[in-house]
């Protein structure tokens, strides 16, 4: 052991009985606080919670690898750290609607603090799976209708976080289409109706539809098989154009669909970023990394006691608007400068 007093010092008092007593009292002072200072530590030690989060997306981890690290930025902001003071578990269901639901009971045996869901179809199985654990959607394009919520301002059981579709995005999908193709006359839409969601994002499309006097070619992709027939369909129907709903059958695909909408020249409008950064032409959707970001602070307020019962589910507040010009090339088509002017990222 350290020697608190240095040894001149103590052999200088070792004939006086009074240093003695006094060296032996300071001895017994240090000790009682470097005592004191040890437990101290030890009880700051096992006030630390370590708290476990769940994250489920229905897709493959690469088409939510982006969210996830704003997910994780936004939890850092709040002073949360992986393997300090909490855990996540992440699970992901490649698309496989049975493996996403193993998975959602899963997550429930591992007795978590709260479960965040990446999309409809997780939020869907998650809620099936308990009403009890806390479930946060980091995006769910419609969770009234799709009866997860009883509504935005209280959403009641154990569901809350953000909403992704926004009543004016259809109709700007459809306006931005229109102006990069002006004769554009018949548009094509892959869906899932198996998706929730899907049935209230389709009458928004139909209405855009409408407004623009576009012809809309409903496609139904419900497993990667019905790929390659919905493209022999729009090549059969002469469509000009074609859209996509969000499923997470198409997202696992979607470098097919990309790379078929190429080989046909088709000019599309994509659900994410994602799709044109893996080549697509287009996307005008929610700033979906911001919603990641945001549900980051549902998971605090959980974690700090709060009911999903009580925590108002959001929209969207940004928008991305991003133009890939390589793909518009491989197509022979040109933006149209004004267009390009209007987008937030354009991929040269």
Same mark, same amino acid.
């Given at each position: 052991m ?9 052999d ?8 003695k007593?006094?060296?032996? +009292? ?11 200072? &040890?437990?101290?530590?030890?009880? &700051? ?10 994250? $489920?997306?229905?897709?493959e ?5 982006g ?10 902001? @709040?002073g949360?750290e ?5 855990i996540?578990?992440? @699970? ?6 049975? @493996? *996403?639901? =193993?998975?959602?009971?899963? &997550? ?7 479960i ?12 099936q799976?308990? *009403?009890?654990? %806390?479930?946060v &959607?980091?995006?769910?394009?419609? !969770?009234?209708g ?9 959403p009641?059981?154990?569901? *809350?976080?953000?909403?992704s579709?926004? #009543?004016?995005?259809?109709g700007?999908?459809?306006? $931005?289409?229109?102006?990069?193709? %002006?004769k ?14 899907? =049935? ?14 576009v012809?809309?070619?409903? $496609?139904?992709?419900?497993? #990667?098989?019905?790929?390659?027939? =919905?493209?022999s369909?729009?090549? +059969? ?5 074609f859209?996509?709903?969000?499923? %997470? ?5 979607? +470098?097919?669909?990309v790379d078929?909408?190429? +080989? ?7 659900? *994410? ?21 945001r ?12 009911? #999903? ?6 929209? !969207? ?14 197509i022979?088509l ?15």
């Amino acid at each position: 052991m350290k020697r608190i007093f240095p040894r001149r010092f103590l052999d200088s008092l070792s004939d006086n009985p009074k240093s003695k007593i006094q060296i032996r +009292k300071w001895v017994e002072i240090v000790a009682a606080v470097v005592t004191f200072a &040890m437990c101290g530590a030890a009880a &700051m030690a096992q006030e630390i919670k370590v708290h476990r989060i769940g994250l $489920l997306a229905a897709g493959e981890p690469s088409a939510v690898a982006g969210r996830i690290d704003a997910f994780r930025q936004g939890l850092r902001e @709040r002073g949360y750290e992986e393997g300090k003071n909490i855990i996540i578990e992440y @699970r992901y269901g490649e698309g496989k609607l049975d @493996r *996403t639901r =193993a998975l959602a009971a899963e &997550m429930i045996r591992l007795k978590l603090d709260v479960i965040v869901t990446a999309g409809p179809t997780d939020t869907r199985v998650a809620k099936q799976a308990t *009403t009890t654990v %806390p479930i946060v &959607m980091a995006q769910d394009s419609d !969770p009234i209708g799709s009866g997860l919520i009883a509504s935005l301002a209280r959403p009641g059981g154990n569901i *809350t976080g953000l909403a992704s579709l926004a #009543p004016e995005l259809s109709g700007k999908q459809i306006q $931005l289409l229109k102006e990069i193709v %002006p004769k554009l006359s018949h548009v094509g839409l892959l869906g899932n109706s198996l998706n929730p969601g899907n =049935a209230q994002a389709l009458k928004e499309v139909e209405l855009a539809a409408g407004a623009f006097k576009v012809q809309l070619q409903y $496609l139904d992709i419900q497993s #990667p098989d019905d790929i390659e027939s =919905a493209f022999s369909i729009l090549r +059969k129907e002469r469509a000009g154009a074609f859209t996509v709903l969000r499923n %997470p059958v198409a997202s696992t695909h979607r +470098k097919r669909i990309v790379d078929l909408a190429t +080989k046909n020249h088709l000019p599309a409008m994509y659900v *994410t970023p994602e799709w044109v950064e893996v080549g697509g032409l287009m996307s005008y959707a929610p700033d979906v990394q911001d919603n990641w970001r945001r549900a980051a602070t549902y998971v605090d307020k959980i974690l700090k006691g709060a009911k #999903p019962a009580d925590l108002p589910v959001e929209q !969207p507040k940004k928008f991305e608007f991003i133009i890939n010009l390589k793909a518009a090339k491989q197509i022979g088509l040109t933006i149209p400068p004004n267009v390009l002017a209007r987008a937030d990222k354009v991929i040269r």
